[in-house]
Each structure stands twice: as structure tokens, then as C-alpha cells.
């Protein structure tokens, strides 16, 4: 993969204004029909309701069939599952999703204690800060260990919870 500086985008149906789950409002950058090509598609959990219909499988599954790395934050592995992406695969989500996502999708191996992982196209993350660990994996990933640990670095993540 380049090393230069990756770009950011969010998209979503339309580029009208989203709510999150906890009030934040997103503009996204691009709708779908004007959207460009993607390398790797990372879908946040939180509210997934509103992305839970078939519109949206259509568009992961393609997604993936074009060979796009799929990475999924918390219980966005939901909408992964019901999608399809993760029959048959081991995933990882937040620990308030592990029984919804058992009852989704088939053959699902649900690793609990997991707080990433990958399958190789499709990368599941268990929450929040896990959803940090995966980012540095991915990086290291996709650019190599020097270019995850300056990230590391830059972001000053060094996981020693207060608690």
C-alpha cells in the first residue's frame, strides 16, 4: 500500500446531516451515488439501526466483492453479520452485542474476550479502545510496525487505565 497520508472520507445515503448515537451531528463528505473508490471501509457501531437494511448489505457485500477491506468498531460487526460478511468467520464486538451477534448470521464464532479480529478481508473490533488497537494493527498492517509505531507515538496512546 502507499505510505503517503491516507485520505479520510465519511459517505453515507445522501449528504444531508446524521445524529449519532449520542447527539454528534456528521455532515458526510459524499453520498453513495458520487462516491469514490475505497481501500478500506471502517464502520463505526453506535446507533446501527439506521443502517441495518438491505440497501446497505448491498452495498457492504459489493464492497467487499471488489476486495475493499471491511473493518467494523463496537457493534457495527452487527451490521457485518446480517450482511453476511461474517458467516462462517470468527468477530469480534462491545461485550453488550456478543448474544445478538451469536443470533446473527451463520456460523458466526463469537471470540468474547477477543479485542480484534482479523479474517483476513473483514476486521472486527470490540469497542472504543479496541477499535484503537485495531487501527494501530491495521496500520502496521497495511504500512509496517514503523509506520504504526510513529502513529502510537504521535497520538500518545499508551493504555494504563486509571481504574
Partial sequence: MDSGPAEVST?????DPLR????LCVTPDHAWAGA???????????RV?????????E???????????????CNGALVFAEAGLLDGK???THWSAVDALRKTGRGIEVREDARYVDTGQVITAAGV???????????KRLDGEDAARQVRRYIQYEPAPPV
Fill in 49 to 57: 439501526d439506521n443502517v441495518r437494511n438491505e440497501v446497505v448489505f
Fill in 129 to 139: 479502545s479496541a477499535g484503537i488497537d485495531m487501527a494501530l494493527y491495521l496500520i
Fill in 59 to 73: 452495498r457492504l457485500r459489493a464492497l467487499a466483492g471488489r476486495g475493499t477491506l471491511m473493518a467494523s468498531v
Fill in 20 to 23: 449519532c448515537a449520542h447527539g
Fill in 11 to 15: 459517505v453515507a445515503e445522501s449528504r
Fill in 36 to 46: 469514490p473508490a475505497y481501500d478500506l471501509v471502517v464502520l463505526p457501531g453506535g
Fill in 90 to 92: 470468527p468477530a469480534a
